[in-house]
């Protein structure tokens, strides 16, 4: 069965940092792109964070210098380090993984992790 689980969201002030991790199972992230997005209350999901397979990265310009995206294909899992957060990150925030193989796109969603940002 195919799973992303995300973790390490929680309540965290402004100015600092979480890490959320995604755990991936019954698949191999290896060939994958694997991102990061988030959604904020009546607000549209975006993309914040897409790591290639080959290890390229990209962000958004609203997290860029903030947060960093890396993968480990040993322990099938991407992570998001997030520094400098502030209230509009506030958010519950989820991994993907896709790839497309001769033509058939295969895309994976996690179930999400809140992130709330607030003094």
């Given at each position: 069965q195919v799973q992303l689980v995300e973790s390490g969201g929680g309540l965290v002030q402004p100015g600092g940092s979480l890490r959320l991790s995604c755990a991936a199972s019954g698949f191999t992230i290896s060939n994958y792109a694997m991102s990061w997005h988030r959604q904020a209350p009546g607000k549209e999901r975006e993309s914040v964070a897409v790591i290639s397979s080959a290890g390229g990265t990209n962000y958004d310009d609203s997290v860029k210098?903030?947060?960093?995206?890396?993968?480990?294909n040993a322990k099938n899992a991407v992570y998001l380090q997030m520094n400098s957060l502030n209230p509009e990150?506030?958010?519950?925030?989820?991994?993907?993984?896709?790839?497309?193989?001769?033509?058939l796109r295969?895309?994976?969603?996690?179930?999400?992790?809140?992130?709330?940002?607030s003094s």
């Open positions: 210098g903030r947060f960093t995206i890396s993968r480990d990150d506030t958010a519950v925030y989820y991994c993907s993984a896709e790839r497309t193989v001769v033509g295969s895309k994976y969603w996690g179930q999400g992790t809140q992130v709330t940002v």
